[in-house]
């Protein structure tokens, strides 16, 4: 079994690029509300992506809380 972190630093460094370039899109007039739509979307796609990989067989356990998952391998 592999062992892996919490995700922490992961999620910071994630966030923190998210809302930079956030930042800098609406500075440069983007609608901020169409940026959380575009944002929903994309997460919504990559949730997509990670069960078309359970059901590939690629993946061995996954985990779907709300908007977040877990995925582990055993």
Do not use: H, R
Request: hydrophobic letters at 40%.
């Amino acid at each position: 079994m592999k062992a892996f972190g919490d995700g922490t630093t992961t999620s910071i460094l994630l966030s923190s690029t998210l809302i930079k370039n956030g930042l800098k899109l609406i500075e440069e007039g983007y609608n901020p509300i169409e940026l959380k739509k575009k944002l929903e979307q994309a997460g919504d796609k990559l949730i997509e992506k990670i069960k078309a990989q359970l059901e590939a067989g690629k993946t061995k356990e996954f985990t779907l809380i709300g908007k977040s998952f877990e995925v582990v391998e055993v």
